[in-house]
């Protein structure tokens, strides 16, 4: 099925009372954050999203393709599912080796050249995490964030999702940054539900939620996409910042004297410079 | 009276499954009545009573293997829930023995697996899978898009019959095991069960397929407990 566009009908909220915003479009290529506080309902529309509910759910709300009821047959099947949704309980529990386990995944996806898919999936994983996943170990084997990184490499490069939902990626301590600019390479839908200030900024739209109910959708402004640019030589202090301990050294505010010079002037830069 | 034959591993939410299509279907104005098969312990029967006030019960097997036990006691719960005023009966296996199949010539059987449980599951259970009209896979949500897909190959590898994926914690998939429910037509005349068991020790493993305890011999019990021999 060619997805070409993704639609939420509002329903209600967690009091019962209508949904502030009605709905919500989602043209393929789109990148969204859903966003806000704790237990306003985030991960809620991310699983009615994913369950194509049909005013089945506790939100009332509906889901349409392209406009229309989705085709029975697109549920029928993992596989042929445009949906891939990562939740936060997300896991591999297969012990088979990293290379033989994505290839039994290819094979089955009958892809005509399952050898070159592997190689993307690992590459594309390897990318996101600090150390390489060794492709002969167990999957059940790889730490948190080598698991998280190859669960979205899976879902995007063999398993090919047209719409990919990921529920709170930055805990998984991979490279935030990079993942987004890696996925947007991939024409799909990508929804973040996120805390996280630089994914929210990096994506094309927010989706604020709260107390259940979607309250409006906010396009990222020009300003605001300057201002992603602009934070990320804080982001990147605070990530060298993180290296460094990882990596058992001592820390001290002078070592890290670049990183934070380049901070102090990327934020003091005049507007529109 | 429709009867859903729900056999399954130890754990692999066969309740849980059960529990959200109960509401579904008294939501569409179904009688349901619910019966557990185990072995030593089980609390289904209150739950599905105190949670759906449906007339519900339970039968411990004890000795006898469970799957003969169904046999035996399941033309009595039939009648029970038609007397009870259901028009459509939930038994839920113990599903011990992964090689036996309490299925019945009519009724729609379903087999509860947890895609939690290792990709090879459906390579290793023989009848219990085979037999079934549809299998149910849990626990969708706590594994890879990658490990759903080779568990449902495997399923179909070992036996061409539907597969429906569930999170049944959240009821994602439920409707569709719920619409499979509403198709099957009610069973009529003589129950008959669907495959012979493979070890031949009693009238049951030896092929005598008739459900209830009047039509076999040796040691018998009843839905109501009487355990006793009958001798031919
Ligand atoms: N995450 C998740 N947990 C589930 C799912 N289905 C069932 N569970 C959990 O698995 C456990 C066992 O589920 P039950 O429904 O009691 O399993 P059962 O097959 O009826 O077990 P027995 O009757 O004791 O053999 C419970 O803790 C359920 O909450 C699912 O789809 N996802
Ligand atoms: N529209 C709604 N109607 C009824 N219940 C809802 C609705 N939206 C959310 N809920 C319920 O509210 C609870 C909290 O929602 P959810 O888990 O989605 O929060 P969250 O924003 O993901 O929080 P966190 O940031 O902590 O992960 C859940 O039990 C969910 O089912
Ligand atoms: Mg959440
Ligand atoms: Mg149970």
Redesign the pocket.
Known sequence: MDIERITVIGGRGRSGDREPLEGLDLEMGAVISIVGPTGSGKTALINDIGLFANRNTPSLRQILINGSTPPEDCLDDPSRNPIALITQHTTFLSDLPVHRFLSLHARIRKHPRPADVVEETIDFANQLTGEPVVVDVAMTELSGGQTRALLIADAVVIGNAPIILLDEIENAGIDRTRALELLRRYRKIFVFVTHDPRIALLSDSRLIMHTGAMQAQLLTSPEERGMAERIRAVDDLLLELRERIRAGDRVAFEALGEAIARARSALSKEEGS | MKIVICA?P????????LKQAARRLLAAGHRLAYLKIDVQF?D?DEVFHDTFGIPARKIYSGDLCPDHCSVLVLGDAVKWAGAEGADLLFV?T??LCLRCAPYIEGALGIV?LEATSGMNLPHKIGAMLSLADLAVV?????VSQAEKEVFRANILDAAPIDVIE????HGIGIDRVVARMQRTAPVEGRLMLRGSPPVATCTICAGKRDIGWEHHFGVLRTLDNDLFYRGQ
């Open positions: 399954g130890p754990t692999s939410g066969k309740t849980t499954v089980a289904e839920e113990a599903g509860v849990t626990k969708i949500d706590l569930a999170d049944a914690l």
